[in-house]
């Protein structure tokens, strides 16, 4: 009887959509700051969410502008999480500035990784605000 229930509470847990525990909850607030050259700071803020190992969200990009040196352009973003990795798309609205990011999760408020826009790469951490 004990080995049933635990078993169901497995199968429940796997349609509800819930992560395994090789999963790290990568849902909330990350933000991030890229540095593609030595003239400009690209910050990104993301507010993602977690649905078994698939990842989904939107935020916002900085970009280049000629009146002050920063515009902020809308993103979204699809990846997965397998084990500590983590990976995503990023789609801007500016044609351009697209890219991805590859990483891996250090801790739990903190991923450490490359993001790639064309043949450019730029390390970046990125770092879950708190509530």
């Known amino acids: 009887m004990k080995r ?3 078993a169901a ?3 429940a847990a796997a349609a509800c959509g819930a992560s395994s525990p090789t999963e ?9 700051v890229l540095t593609p050259s030595r003239w400009f700071r690209d910050e990104l803020t993301l507010t993602v969410t977690q649905s078994g190992a698939g990842l989904s969200g939107r935020g916002v990009r900085g970009i280049p502008c ?4 920063q515009c ?3 993103a979204t973003i699809a990846g997965r999480v397998e084990g500590e990795t983590v990976t995503f798309a990023l789609t801007t609205v500016e044609p351009g500035w697209n890219g991805t990011f590859r990483g891996r999760r250090q801790s739990v408020d903190r ?3 490359t993001f790639t826009n ?3 790469e730029s390390p970046v951490t990125l770092t879950r605000t708190p509530f």
């Open 4 to 6: 049933a229930l635990v």
């Open 9 to 11: 509470a497995v199968l």
């Open 24 to 32: 790290p909850e990568l849902g909330g607030t990350w933000s991030g």
């Open 66 to 69: 000629p009146a002050d040196g």
């Open 72 to 74: 902020w352009t809308d």
């Open 111 to 113: 991923i450490e990784g």
């Open 118 to 120: 064309g043949f450019q």
